[in-house]
């Protein structure tokens, strides 16, 4: 059996067997048909790329005065106060931009049981979006393990790691050491018990007890040198995974490039920095269509603070509300200053996908992870069973699919909505490169 069909079979146990999936299909082919069309348009709609690539081919990124210079008159103005800490107390922007508003977001965000994100509107997507890291870190773990000799260590920084949600995903990986930062401190300390739970079980397995070890950052990754922090500060990483967090890093550029030093410096020529984040692209081409500042639907909604139709390279704001699980300032990325910036710290691009187009090259080799990590909902549904859609147009998709196929059967799909949620977001993979010296000390790498 392969290593990736391991990882597959194993996760499949931790997740609770679907009843009665073995007649479904699984299928997200009219939504992302839909999704098809709509990437098209914005495929034509290339100006916000055009504006800023002007942009960036002006100030090289490491020339950071004129910026700073700006944000100081920025941090003068009157923090927006829309959050509040347990005792009450108004968290806003401060010296420090949003980092505190995003920390205090995060640190307020309850620990919910299985049984209570079950009920969430959006479980499905929320299942789907692991689906997709599970695959991913799959992939590159695969790929890191296939050029090292049998049993050679293998070590992971889970930057912005937030509870620990990755944590399972690792141990399936069967790595050797982990290291877990975030800024979030109350996020962190949940990541911390779910270990400790998690190497409790495995110490009660029948093999017992072979888990990997690790070691956690409580900081700012955008502002901290994380290598300064870890036990062991000469230490090679194999893999860097970022999910769903290297957005908020593009509130400035000295942020951007301290969390892309973070995540390249400890990488191994030949090791990976993978992510995913919303893609700015189809934010901005989204905002455009509805020629307004806010859009959305039942399970999401954008707020646009700045110019769309001429955002700036870094701080282009925007406050996204993805039914009650993130609610707090996030930063358009511009992929070409991200992949300008990578090349500075020794990172070549691979690759950047949006998820519909992942899932569709991974949806044969994931299948049975996709079913049992309920990652799509059924249609039509069992009986008893409400959808989670209930806007008029949720499944039209899928019963459209069924007339077209002739089929009297059962399929898997997302409602609508969480798919125009979805498809927003796209994953990226950059390589370690190796490198060579210059006389000042400085690697040298040819990218
Ligand atoms: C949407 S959550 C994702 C958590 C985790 N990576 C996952 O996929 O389940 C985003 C996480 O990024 C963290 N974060 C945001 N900005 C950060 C920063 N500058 N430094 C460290 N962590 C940050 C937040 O605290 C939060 O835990």
Same mark, same amino acid.
């Given at each position: 059996?392969?290593?990736?069909?391991?990882?597959i +079979?194993?996760?499949?146990?931790?997740?609770?067997?679907?009843?009665?999936?073995?007649?479904?299909?699984?299928?997200?082919?009219?939504?992302?048909?839909?999704?098809?069309?709509?990437?098209?348009?914005?495929?034509?709609?290339?100006? #916000?790329?055009?504006?800023?690539?002007?942009?960036?081919?002006?100030?090289?990124?490491?020339?950071?005065?004129?910026?700073?210079?700006?944000?100081?008159?920025e941090?003068?103005?009157?923090?927006?106060?829309?959050?509040?800490?347990?005792?009450?107390?108004?968290?806003?922007?401060?010296?420090?931009? #949003? &980092?505190?508003?995003?920390?205090?977001?995060?640190?307020?965000?309850?620990?919910?049981?299985?049984?209570?994100?079950?009920?969430?509107?959006?479980?499905?997507?929320?299942?789907?979006?692991?689906?997709?890291?599970?695959?991913?870190?799959?992939?590159?773990?695969?790929?890191?393990?296939?050029?090292?000799?049998?049993?050679?260590?293998?070590?992971?920084?889970d930057?912005?790691?937030?509870?620990?949600?990755?944590?399972?995903?690792?141990?399936?990986?069967?790595?050797?050491?982990?290291?877990?930062?975030?800024?979030?401190?109350?996020?962190?300390?949940?990541?911390? +018990?779910?270990?400790?739970?998690?190497?409790?079980?495995?110490?009660?397995?029948?093999?017992?007890?072979?888990?990997?070890?690790?070691?956690?950052?409580?900081?700012?990754?955008?502002?901290?040198r994380?290598?300064?922090?870890y036990?062991?500060?000469?230490?090679?990483?194999?893999?860097?995974?970022?999910?769903?967090?290297?957005?908020?890093?593009?509130?400035?550029l000295?942020?951007?490039?301290?969390?892309?030093?973070?995540?390249?410096?400890?990488?191994?020529?030949?090791?990976?920095?993978?992510?995913?984040?919303?893609?700015a692209?189809?934010?901005?081409?989204?905002?455009?269509? &509805?020629?307004?500042?806010?859009?959305g639907?039942?399970? #999401?909604?954008?707020?646009?603070?700045?110019?769309?139709?001429?955002?700036?390279?870094?701080? &282009?704001?925007?406050?996204?509300?993805?039914?009650g699980?993130?609610?707090c300032?996030?930063?358009?990325?511009?992929?070409?200053?991200?992949?300008?910036l990578?090349?500075?710290?020794?990172?070549?691009?691979?690759?950047?996908?949006?998820?519909?187009?992942?899932?569709?090259?991974?949806?044969?080799?994931?299948?049975?992870?996709?079913?049992?990590?309920?990652?799509?909902?059924?249609?039509?549904?069992?009986?008893?069973?409400?959808?989670?859609?209930?806007?008029?147009?949720?499944?039209?998709?899928?019963?459209?699919?069924?007339?077209?196929?002739?089929?009297?059967?059962?399929?898997?799909?997302?409602?609508? +909505?969480?798919?125009?949620?979805?498809?927003?977001?796209?994953?990226?993979?950059?390589?370690?490169?190796?490198?060579?010296?210059?006389?000042?000390?400085?690697?040298?790498?040819?990218?």
């Amino acid at each position: 059996m392969s290593s990736s069909a391991t990882l597959i +079979s194993q996760d499949v146990e931790d997740y609770n067997e679907s009843e009665n999936t073995d007649d479904l299909e699984q299928t997200l082919v009219l939504a992302a048909q839909d999704a098809d069309a709509r990437s098209n348009e914005l495929q034509t709609d290339t100006s #916000y790329r055009e504006e800023v690539e002007e942009e960036v081919a002006q100030p090289e990124p490491q020339s950071t005065s004129s910026y700073k210079a700006k944000r100081k008159h920025e941090d003068e103005e009157p923090a927006p106060k829309h959050l509040k800490t347990n005792e009450g107390q108004a968290v806003g922007r401060t010296s420090e931009g #949003y &980092a505190k508003v995003v920390a205090t977001h995060y640190n307020l965000l309850e620990e919910k049981g299985l049984d209570e994100r079950s009920k969430s509107r959006i479980v499905y997507m929320r299942n789907f979006h692991n689906w997709i890291k599970s695959m991913l870190i799959n992939e590159y773990l695969t790929k890191i393990k296939d050029g090292k000799k049998h049993n050679a260590p293998v070590r992971v920084l889970d930057m912005c790691c937030g509870k620990g949600g990755d944590l399972l995903k690792w141990r399936k990986g069967n790595i050797t050491h982990l290291i877990c930062s975030d800024i979030a401190s109350v996020s962190l300390d949940q990541c911390r +018990s779910r270990y400790n739970d998690m190497k409790e079980r495995s110490s009660r397995e029948r093999n017992g007890g072979n888990i990997y070890s690790i070691e956690y950052i409580a900081g700012d990754c955008s502002r901290v040198r994380l290598r300064e922090k870890y036990t062991d500060p000469s230490m090679k990483l194999d893999l860097v995974s970022c999910q769903f967090a290297f957005h908020y890093s593009f509130e400035s550029l000295p942020q951007a490039e301290c969390m892309i030093r973070n995540a390249s410096e400890c990488l191994q020529p030949g090791g990976f920095f993978i992510g995913t984040i919303p893609d700015a692209n189809d934010l901005i081409a989204r905002a455009r269509r &509805a020629d307004a500042n806010t859009f959305g639907n039942d399970v #999401y909604q954008v707020h646009f603070d700045c110019d769309v139709n001429k955002p700036p390279l870094f701080g &282009a704001k925007y406050n996204f509300h993805l039914d009650g699980v993130v609610d707090c300032p996030e930063f358009l990325v511009h992929f070409p200053t991200l992949i300008k910036l990578a090349r500075k710290y020794g990172l070549k691009f691979v690759k950047k996908e949006k998820f519909y187009d992942y899932y569709e090259q991974m949806k044969n080799e994931g299948r049975q992870l996709l079913i049992n990590m309920k990652s799509l909902e059924t249609y039509p549904p069992y009986d008893n069973t409400p959808l989670l859609g209930t806007d008029p147009g949720d499944y039209i998709h899928a019963e459209e699919f069924l007339k077209k196929e002739g089929k009297n059967g059962k399929i898997g799909t997302l409602s609508k +909505s969480e798919w125009e949620a979805s498809s927003l977001y796209m994953l990226f993979v950059f390589e370690k490169v190796k490198n060579t010296w210059n006389t000042d000390g400085t690697p040298v790498y040819d990218i």
